[in-house]
């Protein structure tokens, strides 16, 4: 790093809502929130957009086998391992213009800022993209950045499959992301990841920055009961073998264990479905996907355990099929203590008030800090509102974000 002195370096605010903004257009639902959801249309013009960006900020730029997006600025020594700031472009069906997104354009706004500023690094610095990081249309989350950091082998990527029977390895080709790298971590020097979703701690406690020293601990299951369709008029209720009848019994001793927890537990039952799904049948078959979260692995587990114990009582009652399926497992982690100091020294550097706290939501860097020194940064989103609509953010808290960001990354790469 040839030895400017960067401390009043800053990003532009302007410059950064404004890609926000175009960002918002595509994908923009009726009620101003954005539907990007992993490799649909939409998220390709998303995903086209920003690799134009990155060309012509003059960034080399791979893509992998599972679609993730890497932008490359060269640094002095290219030997050196990268310095990333990385996030996603998907979205949730009625998602807003900021999760995710702030992310992978705050990283392009560090690299327009260094190429407006001519600053050379020492290392590599890169604005990465990763795939499918919500887990809406293709589950589990987190799925492209979980492949890269060997949680999930790409033929396991490759073959999740959504509702609609399409996998994938059929959407990445179909949406021209099928790259050719291969989807394998490399040494990096740090990650970063500066990002809205924290709901409202850092609003709550009026400040402008969440040094994030870790994520919660995730359990996604799959609860499937099976029954026996018949006709909604002809039977009896006392004869029945329906699903539902059961399903209410155990979402409401689910609710009470989350409540025995509070109010650290979390429990979301947050796609309820039943087969054939036709008024005037009883249904065969219900499938509920249950979301469960705490800061402790083994109170997830515990609460894994529960549940698994509430639906084989309930389903026997009724000589019913219940079945839970785990689909995502993701442990407590805690984050790089070089990377959070970064975090924590920009933000002091910077002028920004700010605390360190645990993250609640689940983000890619969860699987980078696997194999690289990681580290996040919040900043406040308007009610702690996000996976809505409404979600909102300011831009003088988007600019302070990003500017620490700059530095974290800054003090990573001069090293
Ligand atoms: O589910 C999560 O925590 C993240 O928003 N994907
Ligand atoms: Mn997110
Ligand atoms: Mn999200």
Redesign the pocket.
């Known amino acids: 790093m040839t030895s400017v002195n960067t401390s009043n370096l800053r990003i532009s605010a302007d410059r950064l809502w404004s890609s926000l903004m175009e960002m918002a257009e595509i994908g923009k639902t009726a009620r101003g929130g954005c539907n990007r959801q992993a490799l649909t249309d939409e998220d390709k013009q998303g995903r086209d957009l920003f690799m134009a960006w990155c060309d012509a900020a003059g960034c080399d730029i791979s893509v992998d086998t599972m679609g993730n997006i890497f932008a490359r600025r060269s640094g002095r020594d290219a030997a050196l391992p990268a310095v990333i700031a990385g996030s996603?472009l998907d979205t949730?069906p009625t998602g807003g213009k900021f999760?995710?997104v702030y992310g992978v354009l705050a990283g392009l706004e560090v690299i327009r800022t260094l190429n407006d500023n001519k600053l050379e690094t020492e290392h590599p610095v890169e604005a990465v993209c990763w795939t499918n990081?919500?887990?809406?249309r293709f589950s589990p989350?987190?799925l492209g950045s979980g492949v890269w950091s060997g949680e999930f082998s790409l033929g396991y990527g490759h073959n999740r499959t959504n509702k609609e029977g399409q996998t994938v390895l059929q959407e990445l080709q179909r949406i021209g992301y099928l790259g050719p790298a291969e989807c394998r971590s490399k040494p990096l020097r740090a990650a970063f990841e500066v990002h809205i979703?924290q709901g409202p701690i850092l609003e709550n406690a009026g400040l402008q920055i969440g040094v994030v020293g870790g994520v919660q601990a995730?359990g996604w299951y799959d609860l499937v009961i099976e029954g026996m369709p018949c006709h909604a008029g002809t039977t009896p209720m006392e004869v029945r073998r329906d699903p539902v009848m059961a399903l209410y019994v155990i979402l409401d001793k689910l609710y009470q264990v989350a409540d025995d927890f509070k109010p650290r537990a979390r429990i979301t039952f947050g796609d309820i479905r039943t087969e054939p799904g036709s008024r005037n049948t009883v249904p065969e078959r219900v499938t509920v996907t249950v979301?469960m979260?705490h800061p402790e692995r083994t109170q997830v587990k515990y609460m894994e355990q529960l549940m698994r114990e509430i639906v084989r009582n309930e389903c026997g009652k009724l000589r019913l099929a219940g079945e839970v399926r785990e689909e995502l497992d993701s442990p407590a982690i805690s984050f790089n203590d070089d990377c959070i100091r970064a975090v924590r020294n920009a933000a002091g550097a910077l002028g920004y008030s700010n605390m360190q706290m645990v993250?609640?939501?689940?983000?890619d860097s969860v699987y980078v800090s696997r194999v690289a020194p990681t580290s996040m940064i919040f900043i406040p989103c308007e009610g702690g509102l996000?996976?809505n609509e409404a979600e909102n953010a300011r831009k003088e808290d988007l600019e302070a974000g990003c500017n620490v960001l700059l530095h974290a990354m800054l003090e990573m790469a001069a090293q």
């Open positions: 996603h949730q999760d995710g990081e919500e887990g809406a989350a987190m979703e995730i979301d979260r993250s609640g939501a689940g983000h996000s996976h």
